[in-house]
């Protein structure tokens, strides 16, 4: 899904609100196409709205897919401390927050006159991709998620006949903060809850196998288990794009 040659990427910040939190996303659209399109909302690693999940959502404009880059923790809350980012997601996992501000950028993408509100899907990196799976849980408006080496969240009990995503989940192989125990627990949920998923591991990836500066960040923080893998990378994204044509494509 392409535009013409004459058409640019626009990327403005949309200011918006949940629960009394000032948060500001990021909105990167084609602006081409003059009909709504699908939409995929873009959900940070644990370091908040930086560069990284700004860059992913201008990658998906530029595929012809309308992207928001949601904000979690609040308005300019970016951390490169692995000890203020763990503080700042663990505010979310096992509680409501997790999903209920996921939605509140998901509505934000959904009031657009850009998006399709039938085709829209959630990505999600590390922590984003262990938000992407809540909000499939919540029962949120979704076609597709993709986990890209997110953390496994199993099927919460009654939760199965909320969820009408399919799952892409994008695993590293190595990733030594995903216990196998956990994994095998994760899977088992899914297959309870009979969600449509695909579960692609990616030998030899680790954990943030995605990002580019995930070695810089290792070698500057200690943050072991942490790496760069350009074959995971590159290959994952087609999966995406692959599960985009399919998911889209039927709706």
Not at 45 to 52: A, I, M, R, V
Not at 119 to 128: K, L, M, N
Not at 180 to 200: G, H, I, R, T
Request: contains cysteine; proline residues 6%.
């Amino acid at each position: 899904m392409t535009f013409g040659l004459h058409a640019k990427v626009v990327t403005r910040p949309v200011h918006y609100e949940q629960a009394g939190v000032s948060l500001e996303g990021v909105l990167a659209y084609d602006d081409a196409a003059k009909s709504a399109r699908p939409g995929v909302l873009v959900v940070p690693e644990w370091w908040g709205l930086n560069d990284f999940a700004k860059d992913r959502a201008r990658a998906l404009a530029e595929l012809g897919y309308v992207a928001f880059a949601i904000d979690m923790y609040g308005a300019g809350l970016v951390t490169t401390d692995p000890k203020q980012a763990g503080e700042l997601a663990g505010q979310f996992y096992g509680k409501p927050l997790m999903a209920e501000r996921a939605r509140a950028g998901l509505d934000q993408l959904l009031n657009t006159w850009l998006v399709d509100p039938r085709r829209v899907a959630a990505i999600g990196f590390c922590f984003g991709g262990s938000v992407c799976q809540a909000l499939a849980y919540s029962g949120a408006p979704l076609a597709g998620i993709v986990s890209f080496h997110g953390g496994p969240v199993p099927v919460p009990a009654g939760a199965a006949a909320n969820i009408k995503a399919k799952f892409l989940i994008c695993h590293g192989a190595l990733d030594p903060f995903v216990k196998p125990d956990a994994l095998d627990e994760f899977k088992k949920s899914l297959d309870q809850a009979q969600v449509d998923y695909q579960f692609v591991s990616y030998a030899g990836a680790v954990h943030a196998f995605t990002n580019p500066d995930a070695d810089k960040i290792r070698e500057s923080t200690g943050l072991n288990g942490i790496g760069y893998n350009e074959p995971a990378a590159r290959r994952s994204w087609q999966h995406m794009k692959l599960f985009f044509g399919e998911i889209f494509a039927t709706r």
